[in-house]
Each structure stands twice: as C-alpha cells, then as structure tokens.
C-alpha cells in the first residue's frame, strides 16, 4: 500500500502533474452524479457513495490510482483510513450469486463483440486485469453501477435526463444505423424478424408459423442464436425490419435496434407474464415501440402434456414462484416449449400489420 501511495504514476514533471488535475468541467460532471448528502460529502472531502436498494455508485473527483493485481482503488483524502468494497453489479438483487470482483471474469470475444458501443463511451482500451497488473492512475473516477430497472432508464437519476429514446439514439450512432422511424422503410412487403429458439420456449410449430405470417403479406426473416451473435451486421438487419416476433427470451432486447414505431411481438408462455410484461413489454413502449403480446393458452404449452389441467403448475405458476423461484425456473423458463393456435395467432399478426400501416413518425 504505501508503495503505491508513493507511486509517481509514470510522471514527474510539473506539466505531467498537472495534466492528471481535475478540470473544472468534469468536477461539475462528477457531482451531477449525486445529490443532497452525498454531493456536499463530495465537495467536502472529494469522495462519497451512493447507495440505495439496488445499487452502488462511488464518486471520487480527486486523482486516483487502480492496481489491477488486487483490483483495489487508492484515493487520497484528509479521511482517515476507509477500506469499502464494492461488488460491480448493477443490481443488489443478484449480488448473492456473484463473486465480489466480476470485473476479472475479462472475456475478449465480449468486448470484441460490444467494441462499438465501448469506443464510444471511452477512447481507451478495455483493461484486462488478468494480463495487466499495473497501476494506472486517473484524474477522478466513478466506482459501481448504476441499477435503473429491467430494460430501461429512470431520467430523473440521470444528468441531462436521458431516456431510453435517447439511449436508442446512442445505439444507432455506435452502429451507424440509419433508419429512425419505421415510415422510412420502403419495401413492397414489410419485413418482420422471426426469432427462432433452439432449446427451451422454442415454436414446435414454426415451420405453419412462418408460413401463416408470409400469407398474410410480411417478408419473413428466420434469426437464430448464431446469426444474432454479429451485432454489426444484425443490427442493421433489425433496424431495417418493421416487426419482431419472438417468445419471451433474451433474445427480445434486440428491440433496442427497432426503428421508432416498429413492432414487437411477444409470444408470453404459461407462467411469465410478469417477466413479460416488465422485461420488455413496459421497456418497448418507452422507446416509441408498438409492443404487442400474444398469451399462451395451457393447451398451446408441453408442460399440459406433464401436468393435468387442474396442477397447480397450470392454474397457479404465481404460487409456485412465490414459494421457490428456482424451481418455478425450472419449469417455465427451462422446461417448456410452445405449439401456438395459429388461428388466434393470426390475429395479433394481423393487428401488427394494421400498426405498420397506420405508423406515423415518432422520434
């Protein structure tokens, strides 16, 4: 530790010592970051920490230093000695099946895959604390993760109030996306992004599915896992394409790259309809999303085919996850799959269409 508090941080003329100063601009950035309390603790003694329910957020607008061997922050300040150890994980709800440190668990095919979106949050490479142990020195720094809810942006934490239309908007630059609004699309048939599933909540019907959809006048485009996992190129696929189609899954989030007044369909198997409903049902509508949800019936679900009509799995999944979430998991999310009523179906495909048609510009 003193070594470290000694550390000249690769600098020692007076033009080098002052580069790593606090500028005045970013200080004014910094204590945007936090309010009341917390922000007269940080003009007090240039440190402070945010926390509520879910999250934790450590603000410090003096020079610090990083040693990426033990992934610990030196800070200096008039306060006596303070060790605090941050878990940096958006959301408190998960910490428990976390290690304290997830920073180390440094993948490149991660950053690889997101690079578009890092390079415009910083100029600097992503370090990878396993293969660099040095100590890296910064003029201030923001410790944590700022947990908002699924899927979206709460404005009123947010300096400059961005919302999630805003964060669409980044999303479009990182990729050089250039459709906005899905009146700007000029196809004979509008196209509609079929997310196709491979373990559990897959269509076992998707084949009469995709051929239903085509009749009624969509251009049909099949995505599967592994095309998904190019973001460079299936972001411009989403972003060119009216409607998404898919069963409640992580697949969903690529309505994130949905052209204003596009629409999402929401294929809700038995038992995840709140996940449904506040994963990406409530989050597509706060980013000029037109979201629509089809409702599995227990007949349209394989677990009718384990389960009589009147389990408790079928009448009642609440209980069930009120009781033991990993064991509602168990069923709903890892042990079902979905043979839809293609007649009922049909007509939330047909209330996509009528949306597409009607769309008008909102961005």
Not at 97 to 108: A, G, L, Q, S, W
Not at 310 to 316: F, K, L, Q
Request: hydrophobic share 40%; aromatic share 10%.
């Amino acid at each position: 530790k003193q070594q470290l508090l000694n550390f000249r941080c690769n600098s020692s003329s007076k033009k080098d010592a002052k580069a790593i100063e606090i500028s005045d601009s970013l200080e004014f950035l910094l204590r945007r970051l936090v309010r009341g309390e917390n922000r007269i603790q940080l003009d007090t003694t240039g440190f402070t920490c945010d926390t509520d329910i879910n999250s934790e957020v450590c603000v410090a607008n003096g020079p610090v230093r990083i040693a990426n061997n033990s992934l610990t922050v030196y800070i200096e300040s008039s306060q006596s000695q303070v060790k605090r150890v941050i878990r940096p994980y958006p959301s408190k709800l998960a910490l428990d099946y976390v290690t304290p440190f997830v920073i180390i668990d440094y993948k490149p095919w991660w950053v690889s895959k997101y690079s578009n979106i890092l390079s415009l949050l910083t100029r600097y490479e992503v370090i990878n604390p396993a293969a660099d142990g040095n100590v890296h020195c910064f003029p201030a720094a923001v410790i944590g993760l700022k947990y908002h809810g699924f899927l979206s942006l709460n404005s009123t934490d947010i300096p400059g109030g961005y919302s999630m239309v805003d964060f669409k908007r980044f999303l479009r630059e990182a990729y050089s996306l250039k459709i906005k609004n899905v009146s700007e699309i000029q196809r004979e048939k509008p196209v509609l992004i079929f997310i196709s599933r491979g373990n559990s909540r897959k269509f076992l019907n998707e084949d009469e599915m995709v051929v239903m959809i085509e009749e009624l006048g969509f251009q049909v485009v099949v995505t599967r896992p592994n095309r998904m996992s190019n973001l460079n190129k299936f972001t411009e696929v989403v972003n060119s394409c009216s409607v998404l189609v898919g069963a409640h899954g992580a697949g969903l989030t690529t309505e994130l790259f949905l052209p204003a007044g596009a629409v999402m369909v929401q294929v809700v198997p038995l038992g995840l309809e709140w996940g449904s409903t506040y994963y990406f049902g409530v989050p597509a509508r706060e980013m000029g999303v037109q979201y629509l949800e089809y409702k599995t019936e227990p007949e349209e679900s394989t677990l009718s085919e384990t389960y009589s009509r009147d389990d408790p799995i079928i009448t009642d999944p609440a209980s069930l996850f009120a009781k033991d979430y990993f064991a509602a998991r168990a069923v709903y999310i890892d042990a079902q799959n979905l043979k839809i009523n293609l007649t009922r179906f049909r007509q939330t495909i047909v209330q996509a269409m009528e949306h597409i048609r009607m769309s008008s510009p909102l961005d």
